[in-house]
């Protein structure tokens, strides 16, 4: 089309993307048009504003490497990868909730009632539950893949200090669908404040906190994977999440036990707290 206008501008570029042989990609790809052509004429944005846009994606990109994503970032404070997740959660399932950016693949696989604490500082936690169906069986033979930030606030991506491994595992469910593990508290922190988003959140007067949580991903055979989050009902972090991650049923509250016959064998020191939790997951 050689006469392109305002009015006819956003129909070309559709129109140019016709011959995608893949119908799912020329959908997302015209919906995606549409709405950017669509913000741009409600805002009557200006040259010099979408020129900042373009300087800001080109610092994400920039700032990026293997340890870190500006641009998953940008979609957590943004909200887009929490609607992602609650979009595609199903009914009767855990809900879905932050991926983010430390997940490492290849954690080592543990027993049911393994120690994380090791060397940690903090206070001793016991993490244990079932994994279920949504008509809630046991599901034997489960696999969760956890991962936590230590008590500094810190993940090992961060913190050269710690192993690779520290507090992350992988573990299967036993026959009645259990699993159970010592860790301990970890702490609220903020996501990386130092780059482009950081400077979009303190221009939008947003602070940057994550309240304090347990990363899972929980998964079996025939059944849809779960990527989620915990979180303690006492954080003052809670209400305002910086990636709107937290849903109320995702969050759980710390129990003190004292009991040295509770805590022996999870070989935990008292006293300690414990977390109770059961995923659900629907069939595939």
Avoid at 58 to 83: H, P, Q, T, W
Avoid at 186 to 214: E, I, K, S
Wanted: hydrophobic share 40%.
């Amino acid at each position: 089309m050689k006469n392109i206008t305002r009015d006819n501008v956003t129909d070309a570029v559709i129109q140019s993307f016709a011959g995608a042989k893949d119908g799912r990609l020329r959908y997302l790809v015209a919906c995606l048009v549409a709405h950017l052509h669509a913000f741009a004429r409600e805002t009557k944005l200006t040259p010099a504003e979408w020129k900042s846009a373009i300087d800001f994606l080109y610092a994400a990109g920039k700032i990026s490497d293997e340890r870190r994503n500006e641009f998953i970032l940008l979609s957590d404070v943004l909200g887009l990868s929490s609607l992602v997740d609650l979009i595609n959660s199903p009914p009767g399932a855990t809900e879905s909730s932050e991926l983010g950016p430390f997940h490492s693949s290849g954690s080592p696989v543990l027993p049911v009632g393994s120690d994380l604490i090791k060397g940690n500082a903090g206070d001793p936690v016991l993490v244990r539950g079932r994994v279920l169906d949504t008509s809630g069986r046991p599901i034997a033979g489960a696999m969760l893949d956890f991962w936590q930030a230590a008590p500094n606030g810190l993940y090992p991506a961060q913190d050269g200090s710690q192993s690779p491994e520290n507090l992350r595992f992988r573990m299967k469910t036993d026959g009645e669908g259990r699993y159970a593990f010592s860790t301990v508290k970890p702490a609220a922190y903020t996501v990386p404040y130092d780059g482009p988003v950081g400077g979009l959140l303190r221009a939008g007067g947003r602070d940057a906190w994550r309240p304090a949580h347990f990363h899972f991903i929980v998964t079996a055979d025939a059944h849809l994977p779960v990527v989620t989050e915990l979180f303690s009902a006492d954080d003052p972090y809670v209400e305002r999440d910086a990636v709107f991650g937290v849903r109320e049923s995702l969050i759980f509250r710390y129990v003190k036990r004292d009991s040295a016959a509770a805590a022996a064998p999870y070989r935990i020191r008292t006293p300690f707290y414990s977390v109770d939790f059961d995923f659900r997951l629907a069939r595939a």
